[in-house]
């Protein structure tokens, strides 16, 4: 009997270990062929924009496109210029889904630049912010998620410059991770583990104290 709770608490341990996951649905930017519209990040609500062309301006004061991430757009002509007389804000929104996950085992880290600034918020909590599109700067998150969809907001500002005013953003996602939330018979499994435990624990106190 004691083996056999034993095993079912070892058999759970291992389900939950085994089964750590990344977190699907957070890509890159850029994970489509250059030109097209990167779906994976809505632009302010309303739209797509657009995976940028290597070795074409401004790829080259920004860091240089990948295999592993891309910079994005918001025009299909990435040497655009914008936001001549005043500031402007672009909210680049990816949404990923842990339904079926619990929620507070999930964590991230990646690395993001922008083209002026950006900061980074989960759900609508600040995680990070970049202020280069020369280097890279680092975000995270270990706690903050739904047990459902969950939302990360790249808000982007654009200095204003009336002329050669390009505007942009690179994620890069370097680990994710988030355990199943276990089938009932893998609750069970456990329960009755410990319940014979519980059993041999008392016998044990029985015997001892007679």
Not at 38 to 43: A, G, V
Not at 111 to 121: C, L, R
């Amino acid at each position: 009997m004691k083996k056999f709770a034993m095993a079912a608490i070892l058999a759970t341990s291992s389900f939950l270990s085994a089964h750590a996951a990344s977190i699907t649905g957070l890509v890159n930017t850029g994970s489509f062929a250059s030109g097209a519209h990167d779906t994976n990040y809505s632009l302010n609500g309303t739209g797509f924009g657009y995976v940028t062309k290597d070795n074409v301006w401004p790829i080259g004061p920004w860091i240089a496109n990948t295999a592993t991430s891309k910079w994005i757009t918001p025009s299909a002509n990435q040497a655009a210029s914008f936001d001549p007389y005043a500031n402007g804000t672009y909210t680049w929104s990816l949404s990923f889904n842990l339904t079926g996950f619990d929620a507070a085992t999930a964590s991230f880290s990646g690395k993001f630049a922008a083209d002026n600034s950006a900061v980074v918020k989960l759900n609508g909590v600040a995680i990070g912010s970049a202020n280069s599109f020369t280097s890279f700067s680092n975000f995270s998150a270990a706690s903050g998620f739904n047990s459902g969809l969950n939302t990360l907001d790249f808000v982007v500002t654009n200095v204003a410059q009336n002329g050669g005013n390009p505007t942009g953003l690179r994620v890069e996602f370097t680990a994710s991770n988030v355990t199943p939330v276990p089938e009932p018979e893998t609750y069970a499994m456990l329960l009755a583990g410990l319940g014979l435990m519980g059993v041999i624990s008392r016998r044990r106190a029985k015997r001892n104290a007679a």
